[in-house]
């Protein structure tokens, strides 16, 4: 029994040197091959008696697992879109053939920590070997709504069209303008100061508001006041009318005094803007004059007309040229009018046990009971790391580790092969006994 007992445990020993050689084989196999995690395999001993006088070997079991929480190194690419996870979590991303499908939202997660995403024939931001990136979509002003963070129901294939069309409407106006003193004392002409301002709508089309500038004239002295008209081009509205009261006390003089209105959003006196309604209603516009008694926006000194500084936000319709991932997972689409939107957030993907995850095709890996639940956190938040875009992360694997490990593979493995032999020799020698 003893002797047939080392038999099985050198076959055992021979069986588990073949599994941690087929896990060396294939980490060397994967040492160039992005975000592959190593394997590896541990043995454990069988006690099957302990008998005083007596010992029946029990052999050796093997278990392999991979390493999915260990990490390779960074390397730098060329593409906006190579994205890496720097320190914990994972990439959301599900199979390509699920999105093509046209099954819906009804599609499997799976998760990553690096990948090279190319938009596809569709748009969707997709790997050479068929991996589609999730995200969160946002809403057309660029906020992210809340979404479920324990369960892909807000998740959705990441997907940019490079022929897409933007505009961004202009929603604030800064303006600083000198108005001439002497225009507003007695005997002067009153001539009326006129300017004009591109805006952009909300459909991207230029309009303009054309705003004047009227002084009040007296029979005497100075009046320090004018009537500040602004029409819209648009359909030829007025959709602002203020009396603008400038200061003339020592310290103070220029400044405005006070405001008032009779068409168009009062003034703010903490923000120093009023708000105009243009193109029919559908946009509103807040207009920066300046803070009561302060020297900035609008002011009246001396005897010239000047518009100091004029600046406004607000695009044309322009292509979207390139698309670029920030360390906080959100997408933004770049313009070639130089406008940027946001219009996707990649979270991360944590749980609690990183190695209990089951291994997929193509370095992607699926939660498992093991793994524990999955949640959904924002990039650098919580546990999680960041997000590297133009990077992406190299194999795990140590060749020379694994090199090394192979030599003691082989020499135990040869060493169970002796075992068996020499049993065989003792079996032979019983055998002979009955000659």
Do not use: C
């Not at 698309?323 to 749980?351: C, M, W």
């Not at 997929?360 to 960041?386: I, R």
Request: charged share 20%; no cysteine.
């Amino acid at each position: 029994m003893t002797i047939s007992s080392s038999l099985n445990a050198g076959v055992a020993g021979l069986a588990a040197n073949a599994s941690r050689l087929a896990t060396i084989s294939d980490n060397i196999a994967n040492s160039a091959t992005y975000g592959y995690k190593r394997s590896v395999a541990d043995f454990h001993s069988m006690v099957i008696s302990s008998n005083k006088g007596t010992y029946t070997a029990g052999g050796v079991r093997v278990t392999t697992q991979r390493m999915i929480d260990e990490r390779g190194p960074l390397v730098a690419t060329s593409n906006a879109t190579d994205l890496a996870v720097r320190g914990t979590g994972m990439l959301p991303v599900t199979e390509g053939s699920s999105v093509s499908s046209e099954s819906g939202t009804d599609f499997p997660m799976r998760l990553a920590s690096t990948g090279s995403f190319r938009p596809d024939s569709d748009g969707y931001l997709t790997t050479t070997s068929g991996l589609v990136l999730l995200g969160w979509p946002a809403d057309p002003d660029g906020t992210i709504p809340a979404f479920p963070r324990d369960s892909i129901g807000g998740l959705e294939p990441i997907q940019v069209n490079s022929q897409q069309f933007a505009s961004d409407p202009t929603t604030q106006i800064e303006l600083a303008v000198n108005l001439p003193a002497a225009e507003t004392e007695a005997g002067s002409s009153g001539e009326t100061q006129e300017l004009s301002i591109e805006y952009f709508d909300n459909l991207g089309t230029a309009e303009n508001l054309s705003i004047s500038f009227s002084p009040s004239v007296p029979a005497t002295g100075a009046s320090n006041e004018w009537t500040m008209l602004i029409e819209d081009s648009s359909d030829g509205t007025i959709v602002g009318n203020y009396t603008l009261q400038f200061d003339d006390s020592p310290g103070l003089g220029g400044r405005l005094l006070s405001i008032t209105d009779a068409v168009g959003g009062a003034y703010d006196a903490a923000e120093g803007t009023v708000s105009v309604a243009v193109s029919g209603g559908n946009l509103d516009i807040d207009i920066d004059i300046g803070l009561i008694g302060e020297a900035d926006g609008m002011t009246q000194l001396s005897d010239t007309f000047a518009p100091i500084s004029i600046s406004k936000d607000g695009s044309p319709v322009g292509n979207m040229t390139s698309v670029e991932v920030d360390e906080n997972g959100y997408v933004h689409a770049f313009f070639d009018t130089g406008v940027s939107r946001k219009i996707y957030q990649i979270p991360l993907v944590d749980v609690s046990n990183t190695n209990g995850l089951a291994t997929e095709d193509h370095q992607s890996y699926s939660v498992t009971p093991e793994s524990g639940e999955f949640y959904l956190w924002d990039a650098t938040d919580g546990p999680t790391g960041d997000i590297v875009s133009y990077a992406r992360e190299e194999s795990a694997t140590d060749v020379a580790g694994e090199l090394t490990n192979l030599i003691q593979t082989q020499r135990a493995y040869s060493s169970n092969a002796k075992v068996i032999q020499t049993v065989d020799e003792m079996l032979q020698e019983t055998t002979n006994i009955k000659r």
